[in-house]
């Protein structure tokens, strides 16, 4: 059973820095993909950041490109993303989510952690 746990999520004026972290366990991640994807409030869901465990491709999505940089460390098995340069617009609820490399569909996903940035 894949477990992902989110946190690192708070409260920071515009501008600030947070890290987000996802402590992965369950299985062996080589074959996966794992990405972090947020929900505004009243909003729908959206994909924030990905990265392939093995070999470390990362992908990010346009409103977070130069800000937001997503990273694994397989020994601690979690992917982090951190960000910087925080605008309201980044308040959100943060999931962390994972599946296999061959699947399109995100299979498994984290509680979530909120991230509530101030103007």
């Given at each position: 059973q894949v477990h992902l746990v989110?946190?690192?999520?708070?409260?920071?004026?515009a501008g600030g820095s947070l890290r987000l972290s996802c402590a992965a366990s369950g299985r062996t991640f080589s074959s996966y993909v794992m990405g972090w994807f947020r929900r505004p409030p009243?909003?729908?869901?959206?994909?924030v950041a990905s990265i392939i465990w093995s070999g470390g491709i990362a992908y990010c999505a346009d409103s977070v490109k130069?800000?937001?940089t997503i990273s694994r460390d397989n020994a601690k098995n979690t992917v982090y993303l951190q960000m910087n340069s925080l605008k309201p617009e980044d308040s959100a609820h943060y999931y962390c989510a994972?599946?296999?490399?061959?699947?399109?569909n995100w299979e498994y996903w984290g509680q979530g952690t909120q991230v509530t940035v101030s103007s």
């Open positions: 989110e946190s690192g999520g708070g409260l920071v004026q009243g909003k729908e869901r959206e994909f130069g800000r937001f994972a599946r296999l490399i061959t699947v399109a």
